[in-house]
């Protein structure tokens, strides 16, 4: 699948599940991507950081996520690290702040792999018009509101300030931190192209009833 395409796939459908092994009620992290997919999902994030992204877990992990996405037409993204992305096969990449060093804040390593989106995170508007510049595809905005799945949160955005962010970009904003069926609707209303989801899918009773109902706003 092209760049293109992808953008294409990842423009039409707002709801971007990211699953987190860490988060999935000691369910296998592969179970609780089928049944996501079988709920509609056409977005995955694969986000492991409990192990090194060059670990043997991590890469079988890595590949069966790819295996069953790609049974699905599903795009797989994969969290801060481009090599894990490109050994997998996925169709893209997130980045966090942290992940962005020099090679990749000059521009360089997004030419090299210019075949993947590119995902970048952003808590304030200078983020995102940086991220921007560097070329990336779409933006991760956020905490929006508190999570218990980002250590040593000290700050969220809340809607206004998510308001704020979109406001200076052009490209996808997919909001992040702490979303979940009562608030979702009202990002969406804040501005939100994606609403990015952990723990109201991946640790709900039933992910898929909970990946349908997301897929369907």
Same mark, same amino acid.
């Given at each position: 699948?092209?760049?293109?395409?992808?953008?294409?796939?990842?423009?039409?459908?707002?709801?971007?599940?990211?699953?987190?092994?860490?988060?999935?009620?000691?369910?296998?992290? +592969?179970?609780?991507?089928? /049944?996501?997919?079988?709920?509609?999902?056409?977005?995955?994030?694969?986000?492991?950081?409990?192990?090194?992204?060059?670990?043997?877990?991590?890469?079988?992990? /890595?590949?069966?996520?790819?295996?069953?996405?790609?049974?699905?037409?599903?795009?797989?993204?994969?969290?801060?690290?481009?090599?894990?992305?490109?050994?997998?096969?996925?169709?893209?990449?997130?980045?966090?702040?942290?992940?962005?060093?020099?090679?990749?804040?000059?521009?360089?390593?997004?030419?090299?792999?210019?075949?993947?989106?590119? #995902?970048?995170?952003?808590?304030?508007?200078?983020?995102?018009?940086?991220?921007?510049?560097?070329?990336?595809?779409?933006? #991760?905005?956020?905490? +929006?509101?508190?999570?218990?799945?980002?250590? #040593?949160?000290?700050? +969220?955005?809340?809607?206004?300030?998510?308001?704020?962010?979109?406001?200076?970009?052009?490209?996808?904003?997919?909001?992040?931190?702490?979303?979940?069926?009562?608030?979702?609707?009202? +990002?969406?209303?804040?501005?939100?192209?994606?609403?990015?989801?952990?723990?109201?899918?991946?640790?709900?009773?039933?992910?898929?009833?909970?990946?349908?109902?997301?897929?369907?706003?």
């Amino acid at each position: 699948m092209n760049k293109t395409e992808r953008k294409r796939i990842f423009n039409l459908n707002r709801f971007y599940p990211i699953i987190d092994p860490a988060h999935c009620l000691n369910r296998s992290a +592969v179970s609780v991507l089928e /049944a996501v997919l079988l709920g509609g999902a056409k977005i995955i994030q694969l986000r492991n950081k409990s192990v090194p992204s060059n670990s043997i877990v991590a890469i079988q992990l /890595a590949h069966d996520f790819r295996a069953l996405t790609n049974r699905f037409q599903a795009l797989l993204i994969i969290n801060d690290s481009i090599e894990l992305a490109l050994a997998c096969d996925a169709d893209g990449v997130h980045l966090g702040q942290t992940d962005l060093g020099p090679e990749t804040r000059s521009g360089a390593r997004f030419e090299q792999d210019q075949n993947l989106l590119v #995902g970048i995170s952003a808590f304030t508007p200078a983020e995102a018009l940086e991220a921007e510049a560097l070329g990336a595809d779409y933006l #991760g905005i956020g905490p +929006v509101f508190p999570t218990k799945t980002k250590d #040593g949160l000290s700050a +969220v955005l809340g809607l206004e300030g998510l308001k704020a962010i979109i406001k200076t970009t052009q490209l996808p904003c997919a909001a992040i931190g702490g979303i979940n069926s009562e608030n979702a609707k009202a +990002v969406l209303a804040a501005g939100a192209s994606h609403l990015a989801i952990i723990t109201a899918v991946t640790a709900a009773s039933d992910p898929q009833e909970a990946a349908e109902y997301f897929q369907n706003l």
